[in-house]
């Protein structure tokens, strides 16, 4: 077993903690921990680790394991009433105390820290540096530190004000909307804020927020009043920041002492950006090489600055952003209408392409194999949304748990409802994938014949994506030169290319590795005697020679040649793409 090694491009497996090892498959709607069962620590064993670290992940991201508002009950820590509540086990995203893990997932719940700090240490031991939440935007309304009650959100502040530049929370006043005092919530009245209340995560100003708002969290406060607009530059250049700012130091310190590696970071677009630099530098000063990746969508009215937030998180310190908008564009190929065109539409090279967070999943997206989702074609269209949306750019790869085996989260499971998502706020469990965890042998031993070659494919593709044509590479996309092409996987009468056929071209100049990549996106047909043509200025980019062969790596094992004359004038002969298929060449 190796030490992780930070250089690597990062392939980030992602785990709720809560469902990954829980092989309790009763899954009552809105069941308790005792009915539902619920995974431990302990569980992301030794077997589990080897085989996320053989499958090519280097990063491991263990979601929701700071300790959050629950409606379970332990010594000490008395249950959190459901006014405040999305679920009986509670929102990861409702953080209770910023300096605990939440005891569901230990042994012992009274020696949660040290079986956590055991969990970082099996994954350093198998090549895993660990990324855990960072929530920097809201708490839950419960919020109270028993570990560090010096630094609790909320102590010492000022109620009277809307607004203190050194207040945690923004505290309402009789003049907003709502109705006036008590704090009337969807579920009921929260006996602490009966007399005060306080802004909501999503920065509702109400005494009366509603069932679709982030009720159950408190907006925090980085000295800038949000309600005046996004102008927060009077924030830097001066060396008494805010006190939040002081306590999420606090934080950030805290964890990375234990042995994070990493942090992802909630909402991250909500927050102010010269928070984030000065935040990210004072990190690096303690470990220059602590990763920090941002989930953040520019099209949030509620984003704190009026440039693109994906450029200005990279900008102060990031190492990537969510790539939200390709994987809208994936998933509307199936259900809006979208082309696989369409993924030329976003931008190409420059810094946000190659530094980015990619993925397919995650907790807050529907499960692919969803029947009601990604058009009902179930686990094999994240083969080619894989392959593109992977293999384009050297930027962070992202695979949630449950994705490799087809997952499809059918059926309600608490709060959110039957919503194609595995819940986050509930006891649950993930059946399908409990075939391949197999009561911790993690060998994948119950699952169908369909599930353990999805689960292979997906390891190789991960493995070629090492290649230096991927992860030192740069793109040249092939779509806008073969929209002319009827050669180009067209179906049912179309008079243009490009609907269901994407191609594209990597290559690195160091080690002149250069790769063709097709994805065939059409769930049922089978794209006929497909012809892709390479243009001479791809030739050229390529290193032009007189023939070129393309030995076959990923879908398929022939071997196909050309000269550059006929790819650039007929294209390539790659014969029929299966529906769903991907094949990628190697160039020599």
Not at 2 to 11: K, M, Y
Not at 258 to 265: E, N, Q
Not at 540 to 549: F, N, T
Request: proline share 6%.
């Amino acid at each position: 077993m190796s030490e992780p090694d930070s250089a690597e491009r990062p392939v980030i497996y992602q785990l709720l903690v809560r469902t990954f090892g829980n092989t309790n498959l009763n899954r009552k709607p809105g069941g308790t921990l005792a009915e539902n069962g619920c995974g431990k620590f302990r569980d992301i064993n030794e077997a589990a680790l080897a085989a996320i670290r053989a499958m090519g992940f280097n990063h491991i991201w263990l979601t929701g394991v700071l300790e959050q508002a629950s409606g379970t009950d332990y010594p000490g820590r008395p249950v959190d009433p459901p006014e405040i509540l999305k679920g009986v086990a509670g929102s990861p995203y409702a953080i209770r105390d910023y300096f605990d893990v939440c005891p569901d997932y230990a042994e012992e719940p009274g020696n949660r820290i040290p079986e956590f700090r055991e969990l970082l240490e099996r994954c350093r031991r198998h090549g895993l540096r660990t990324i855990i939440d960072f929530v920097p935007n809201h708490v839950a309304r419960s919020y109270a530190s028993d570990v560090r009650p010096e630094l609790s959100f909320g102590e010492g502040d000022r109620r009277d004000v809307f607004f203190d530049r050194d207040n945690h929370f923004y505290y309402l006043n009789e003049s907003h909307p709502g109705g006036g005092p008590p704090l009337k919530l969807p579920g009921g009245l929260f006996s602490p804020e009966t007399e005060f209340g306080r802004v909501t995560g999503n920065n509702s100003v109400t005494w009366s927020p509603t069932i679709n708002e982030w009720y159950e969290t408190v907006k925090l406060n980085y000295g800038h009043d949000f309600t005046t607009g996004r102008r927060t530059s009077h924030l830097s250049g001066s060396e008494d920041v805010p006190r939040t700012w002081r306590t999420m130091d606090a934080i950030i310190a805290y964890w990375q002492e234990m042995g994070a590696d990493g942090f992802r970071c909630d909402m991250a677009h909500m927050v102010p950006m010269e928070f984030w630099s000065w935040m990210v530098k004072r990190a690096r000063s303690r470990d220059l090489k602590v990763l920090f990746i941002a989930e953040a969508y520019d099209g949030d009215p509620a984003k704190m600055t009026d440039a693109d937030v994906l450029d200005q998180l990279l900008k102060a310190g990031f190492d990537g952003a969510y790539e939200h908008p390709t994987y809208k564009i994936l998933q509307g190929i199936y259900e809006s209408g979208k082309w696989a065109n369409d993924i030329d539409g976003e931008t190409f090279g420059g810094e946000r392409f190659h530094h980015c967070v990619r993925y397919i999943e995650n907790h807050d997206e529907v499960r692919v194999a969803n029947p009601r989702h990604w058009g009902g074609v179930g686990m094999g269209a994240g083969k080619p949304a894989a392959a593109v949306m992977f293999g384009m750019s050297r930027a962070a790869i992202m695979l949630y748990s449950g994705q490799e085996i087809g997952e499809p989260a059918i059926g309600a499971e608490g709060f959110s409802g039957d919503d194609g998502r595995t819940s986050i706020f509930d006891y649950t469990a993930m059946p399908e994938f409990q075939k391949w965890y197999n009561g911790g042998k993690c060998d994948g031993a119950k699952l169908s014949p369909a599930q353990k070659s999805l689960r292979k494919w997906y390891g190789e593709l991960l493995a070629i994506l090492r290649e230096p044509a991927f992860t030192a590479g740069d793109f040249y996309g092939l779509n806008h030169a073969n929209k002319q092409n009827p050669a180009f996987g067209r179906t049912g009468g179309e008079t243009w290319s490009g609907h269901w056929l994407y191609a594209f071209l990597r290559r690195d100049s160091h080690s002149g590795q250069a790769f063709l990549c097709l994805a065939n996106f059409h769930p049922t047909e089978t794209l006929a005697e497909v012809r892709v043509v390479i243009p001479e200025d791809a030739l050229d980019w390529l290193g032009k020679a007189v023939g070129i062969s393309f030995e076959g790596k990923l879908g398929c094992r022939n071997k196909l040649t050309a000269n550059a004359h006929e790819l650039a004038v007929i294209g390539l002969a790659a014969g029929d793409l299966e529906p769903l298929g991907v094949r990628y060449y190697a160039l020599k």
